[in-house]
């Protein structure tokens, strides 16, 4: 969705750095519930590549709680549309 707050799932697809934590952070609280957070990728699930980074400011479930990892680098569109779809039948 266009915006945070129609959206109930976020997927967060790259490293946490120190600028994007607050708009991640912000974009979390605006979500309505039931709000789910997926990190897809090694980035988001232990910094990647980017571990050890000034900017990298740790993975993402350090910041906000994570229900469903995809993982890989870069990760399967098989594996992203399967952690999605276990996702959404949570919301059911």
């Known amino acids: ?3 945070p ?8 697809t790259g490293p946490v750095t120190r600028q994007c934590l607050p ?9 309505p519930e039931p709000k789910i957070v997926v990190a897809v990728g ?3 699930i232990t910094n990647g590549a980017f571990n050890g980074c000034y900017n990298v400011v740790g993975p ?3 910041h906000l709680p994570v ?11 098989e594996a ?3 952690g999605l779809m276990a996702v959404l039948e949570e919301l059911k």
Do not use: F, N, T, W
């Open 1 to 3: 969705k266009g915006s």
């Open 5 to 12: 707050r129609h959206a109930d799932i976020l997927v967060v």
């Open 23 to 31: 708009r991640l952070k912000r974009i979390y609280e605006q979500m």
């Open 42 to 44: 090694s980035c988001a």
């Open 60 to 62: 993402l479930d350090k």
């Open 67 to 77: 229900r469903a990892y995809v993982p890989g680098c870069p990760p399967r569109p």
């Open 80 to 82: 992203i549309i399967h």
